[in-house]
């Protein structure tokens, strides 16, 4: 059983490069969701995604954007990356069976992003 | 808005001792509260949960959770701690109408000593 898994585990990328990080689930999950994690400041939701072909912003989404094209990617990407925007990135998705905040959710192994 | 306070960054105890880990949320209304743990390098990992019913919880690895209305509370609980337990504890709250958005406290980092 994969679950989740995400892309590089690890990057080194210069300023102002543009950047997709992957993720991909195997459980069919409905929805899908990317968090950075940063020191002192615990899980912030960039963007998540209750269903294929929608998704929606979370609490940091100002220099992220992200696709739902079928129900297993859910790929984000970094336009122009910014040093502030350095952090471990988690991909997760739940069932979502009635998108009411009760699900568990399932997470990938992280992606480690330094802008320098 | 929701929002989710875990006061203790870091905690150190030593095995075989009681462990407590604190959660305090702020919801209008009855919260769908979570407990995950992440392991060095890895991700998030649940614990246990509460939706409604029995305020005590029980979870994975001999963890409890007691929901606390009336303090805004949802402290995580085990009796005697192994030194695997070693890992970042992060309390969430799931918000009802907000669709699937969680909101994550900042975490308590949990040290076990020999």
């Known amino acids: 059983i994969a679950g989740i898994t995400q892309a590089p585990t690890s990057q080194i990328l210069a300023a102002g490069r543009r950047m997709t990080l992957r993720c991909t689930q195997d459980?069919?999950?409905?929805?899908m969701y990317w968090y950075r994690q940063d020191l002192g400041l615990g899980l912030r939701l960039i963007h998540y995604?209750?269903?294929?072909?929608?998704?929606g912003k979370g609490e940091v989404p100002d220099g992220y954007s992200v696709s739902r094209a079928n129900t297993d990617d859910f790929p984000l990407t970094l336009a122009s990356a910014v040093p502030s925007q350095t952090s471990v990135y988690f991909c997760?998705?739940?069932?979502?069976?009635?998108?009411?905040?009760?699900?568990?959710?399932?997470f990938g192994p992280g992606t480690r992003l330094t802008v320098l | 808005a929701q929002s989710v306070t875990q006061p203790d960054i870091h905690i150190t105890v030593s095995e075989g001792a009681s462990l407590e880990l604190r959660c305090n949320y702020s919801y209008g209304a009855t919260p769908y509260l979570f407990w995950y743990v992440q392991s060095p390098g890895q991700g998030l990992q649940l614990l246990l949960k509460y939706f409604s019913g029995d305020t005590l919880v029980q979870g994975i690895k001999g963890f409890e959770a007691e929901f606390k209305r009336s303090q805004s509370s949802f402290n995580l609980r085990k009796p005697s701690v192994h030194w695997s337990d070693a890992a970042e504890y992060f309390c969430a709250v799931g918000a009802r109408n907000t669709g699937n958005q969680f909101y994550f406290g900042t975490g308590t980092s949990l040290t076990v000593i020999p």
């Open positions: 995604s209750n269903t294929a072909g929608t998704t």
């Open positions: 997760a998705s739940s069932d979502s069976l009635n998108m009411a905040g009760m699900d568990t959710q399932y």
């Open positions: 459980m069919r999950h409905n929805a």
